[in-house]
C-alpha cells in the first residue's frame, strides 16, 4: 500500500532554525528544516515502534523576514530520567535557578547567559509528509493515517508543537485533498550549504529507554536543500544526497 500524502499548513509569530555551525548565538535558517517539520507531525501524532514521518515537500507561503532578539538563557539541561522520577514521585524536585541566590543555591553564580538570536518572523508553510511503516507494521498504515488525519482535524496534539524553538508555538490546521491550497511565495534560494536533515537514525526506530546511555540518540544528518518558486523538496532519507554519518556500534 502506497502511503498518502498528509498535508499541514502551519504558522506562527517566531521561528528559529539554529545554523549547528554557529556555537554561541543563534541565526536561523531561511526556512523550516526536515528535522523541525517533521517535529510537528510527532507533536500531533507519533509511534516511534510502528512508523515514522517523512517529509516529502515544503512549501513557503510567506516572506523571509528575520528580526534580532536578545534572550536569557538558562546554562543546564533537565534530563529526561529527572522528569521521570518527579513525575513518580520517586526524586525531589529540583529546579533549575536562573539567578544565583546564596540562601537557595549558596551560590551567587548565575545560571543564566544572554544570547543574539535572529529568528524569522510571521512564518507560514505548507508542509507534506508520509507515514513510513517500519517492517511488521505495514499492514496498519491506512488506520495509522486515519488516526493522525482525526487528531489532526481536530486540533489535538500529545505537546505544543513549535518552530525550533518551544517558546516560539507553531499553530497546525490539517488540509484535505480537495481543499484549495494557497501558491508558494515566490522566493529562489539556491546556495544554503548544508542544511540539519535529522538528529536521529532514521534508517531504524528509535529507542526511548536507551535515550540517555546511547548519548540520546544523535545520528546527524545533512543535506543541501534549493528552494525554487517557494518549493524545498526533500530527499528519501535512504537517498545519496543525505550525508550520514558511519553507522556507529552500539
Same mark, same amino acid.
Given at each position: 500500500?502506497?502511503?498518502?500524502?498528509?498535508?499541514?499548513?502551519?504558522?506562527?509569530?517566531?521561528?528559529?532554525? @539554529?545554523?549547528?555551525?554557529?556555537?554561541?548565538?543563534?541565526?536561523?535558517?531561511?526556512?523550516? @528544516?526536515?528535522?523541525?517539520a517533521r517535529g510537528i507531525y510527532d507533536a500531533i501524532y507519533c509511534k516511534p515502534k510502528e512508523f515514522r514521518w517523512q517529509i516529502t515537500k515544503i512549501e513557503l507561503l510567506s516572506p523571509l523576514s528575520y528580526i534580532a532578539l536578545r534572550r536569557n538563557e538558562v546554562k543546564e539541561n533537565v534530563l529526561v530520567s529527572a522528569v521521570?522520577?518527579?513525575?513518580?514521585?520517586?526524586?525531589?524536585? &529540583?529546579?533549575?535557578?536562573?539567578?544565583?541566590?546564596?540562601?537557595?543555591?549558596?551560590?551567587?553564580?548565575?545560571?543564566?547567559?544572554?544570547?543574539? @538570536?535572529?529568528?524569522?518572523?510571521? &512564518?507560514?508553510?505548507?508542509?507534506?509528509?508520509?507515514? =513510513?511503516?517500519?517492517?511488521?507494521?505495514?499492514? =496498519?498504515?491506512?488506520?495509522?493515517?486515519?488516526?493522525?488525519?482525526?487528531?489532526?482535524?481536530?486540533?489535538?496534539?500529545?505537546?505544543?508543537?513549535?518552530?525550533?524553538? =518551544?517558546?516560539? !508555538?507553531?499553530?497546525?490546521?490539517?488540509?484535505? !485533498?480537495?481543499?484549495?491550497?494557497?501558491?508558494? #511565495?515566490?522566493?529562489?534560494?539556491?546556495?544554503?550549504?548544508?542544511?540539519?536533515?535529522?538528529?536521529?537514525?532514521?534508517?531504524?526506530?528509535?529507542?526511548?529507554? @536507551?535515550?540517555?546511555?546511547?548519548?540520546?540518540?544523535?545520528?546527524?544528518?545533512? #543535506?543541501?536543500?534549493?528552494?525554487?518558486?517557494?518549493?524545498?523538496?526533500?530527499?528519501?532519507?535512504?537517498?545519496?544526497?543525505?550525508?550520514?554519518?558511519? =553507522?556507529?556500534?552500539?
Open positions: 500500500m502506497t502511503p498518502k500524502d498528509q498535508v499541514l499548513k502551519v504558522w506562527g509569530e517566531l521561528a528559529c532554525f @539554529t545554523r549547528p555551525e554557529l556555537k554561541v548565538e543563534r541565526f536561523s535558517y531561511p526556512v523550516i @528544516t526536515p528535522s523541525a521521570e522520577k518527579w513525575m513518580n514521585g520517586s526524586k525531589e524536585i &529540583v529546579p533549575i535557578w536562573a539567578d544565583g541566590d546564596r540562601d537557595l543555591t549558596g551560590s551567587d553564580e548565575k545560571g543564566r547567559t544572554q544570547r543574539q @538570536t535572529m529568528a524569522l518572523k510571521n &512564518v507560514c508553510y505548507l508542509l507534506h509528509a508520509e507515514i =513510513r511503516p517500519w517492517p511488521g507494521s505495514e499492514d =496498519r498504515l491506512q488506520g495509522l493515517e486515519m488516526q493522525f488525519r482525526r487528531r489532526a482535524a481536530n486540533g489535538k496534539c500529545i505537546y505544543q508543537p513549535y518552530f525550533g524553538c =518551544r517558546e516560539f !508555538p507553531a499553530y497546525f490546521e490539517l488540509i484535505e !485533498p480537495d481543499q484549495t491550497l494557497a501558491e508558494p #511565495f515566490s522566493i529562489n534560494i539556491g546556495n544554503l550549504g548544508w542544511m540539519l536533515y535529522d538528529v536521529f537514525n532514521l534508517s531504524e526506530p528509535y529507542d526511548l529507554s @536507551t535515550w540517555e546511555e546511547n548519548n540520546h540518540n544523535l545520528f546527524i544528518s545533512l #543535506f543541501k536543500p534549493v528552494v525554487s518558486n517557494g518549493v524545498l523538496v526533500v530527499p528519501p532519507y535512504e537517498s545519496e544526497e543525505v550525508l550520514k554519518p558511519e =553507522r556507529r556500534e552500539r
